[in-house]
Nanobody, 121 residues
Framework: QVQLVESGGGLVQPGGSLRLSCAAS????????MGWYRQAPGKQRELVAT???????TYADSVKGRFTISSDNAKNTVYLQMNSLKSEDTAVYYC???????????????WGQGTQVTVSS
């Protein structure tokens, strides 16, 4: 019912930049927030950044000052601008949407398939 399609991952050298995009589609009636999480090999999935429909943002300490999350509510799309990338940013990045497909239902989490980001020289 809800599809999240991520794009923009790839291979970049340390110090470089990438911009991730995540477009949501389907029978969405309300979005509370969207965000990005990442999972490196052998590690748990962790929060990178989130943004609410009202524009409030949160960031992991490890990315503050380097990453910027933004959204286009009209397009149900969230972006993650990643600058000054480091090798430790290498991970699969997942998009998450918190919202609902029916007004009578509570918000729930929806996840994308993930996009690989590799930072290496």
């Amino acid at each position: 019912q809800v599809q999240l399609v991520e794009s923009g991952g790839g291979l970049v050298q340390p110090g470089g930049s990438l911009r991730l995009s995540c477009a949501a589609s389907g029978s969405i009636v309300s979005i509370y927030a969207m965000g990005w999480y990442r999972q490196a090999p052998g590690k748990q999935r962790e929060l990178v950044a989130t943004i609410t429909s009202g524009g409030s943002t949160t960031y992991a300490d490890s990315v503050k000052g380097r990453f910027t999350i933004s959204s286009d509510n009209a397009k149900n799309t969230v972006y993650l601008q990643m600058n000054s990338l480091k090798s430790e940013d290498t991970a699969v990045y997942y998009c998450k949407l918190v919202g609902r497909t029916r007004w009578i239902d509570p918000d729930r989490d929806y996840w994308g398939q993930g996009t690989q980001v590799t930072v290496s020289s």
